[in-house]
């Protein structure tokens, strides 16, 4: 079954620094990858998504997101931080029948000034 | 704005009730998907309509039931409710193929 793992609850970081969202995957076949960011009270925000192609995926709001196969990881980055990033975020994958998402837990990100 | 539409926003009600759920996808989408969020057990599929026919099903109880109308609008109907059906009910809608799922605002359901 197709699955999605966020190891951290809570990633902090100062503004102006990098920042990294963890995840790792377990799927049978291809995987269809996805960030979204949850803000408070309201819905989910889709960021990028990994297809097929180059491991690198620009997305949106300066978020990149690196796919590495051996590892089963797709981990969220941004080289600078802004406070405004403090949201929960969720990795997804597309399930095996190619209809839901399936979502980790999700990361809360506080980013302090 | 995800284009992605919902109402109410807000329902509170009472165990044993019905509630109805509303929710008009993107303009052109097909696809109409149907999450429970709740803090116990986080974001969850429940059901998935496909140009008015259901497509595929999730965890979804046997109290809940959805339909997709000919104007691709869809209704998640609740019913029976119990205290833990209180969670955020998400909308989602997306095109063919294995695209991304663009997200409603959430329908905030409490039962008392």
């Known amino acids: 079954a197709q699955s999605v793992a966020q190891p951290e609850d809570q990633v902090n970081v100062a503004e102006g620094n990098p920042l990294t969202v963890k995840c790792t995957y377990s799927?049978?076949?291809?995987?269809?990858l996805f960030w979204y960011v949850q803000y408070p009270n309201r819905g989910l925000q889709f960021l990028l998504k990994y297809i097929t192609g180059d491991n690198l995926v620009k997305g949106s709001y300066g978020f990149e997101a690196e796919f590495n196969k051996s590892q089963t990881s797709f981990h969220l980055k941004k080289p600078s931080a802004l406070v405004s990033d403090s949201a929960l975020y969720f990795c997804?994958?597309?399930?095996?029948?190619?209809?839901?998402?399936?979502f980790g837990k999700g990361t809360t990100l506080s980013v302090s000034s | 704005d995800s284009g992605v539409t919902q109402t109410p926003k807000h329902l509170i009600t009472a165990t044993g009730q019905r509630v109805t759920l509303r929710c008009s996808p993107r303009s052109g989408d097909l696809s109409v998907y149907w999450y429970q969020q709740s803090l116990d057990q986080g974001l969850q599929f429940l059901i998935q309509y496909y140009n008015g026919e259901e497509r595929a099903k999730g965890n979804i109880l046997e109290r809940f039931s959805a339909q997709q109308f000919p104007d691709l609008h869809s209704e998640l109907n609740l019913s029976s409710l119990e205290l833990g059906d209180s969670a955020l009910y998400f909308c989602a809608s997306s095109p063919l193929g294995y695209s991304e799922q663009f997200f409603g605002p959430g329908t905030r359901l409490t039962v008392l």
């Open positions: 799927v049978s076949g291809n995987p269809y």
């Open positions: 997804a994958v597309r399930d095996q029948a190619g209809t839901a998402l399936i």
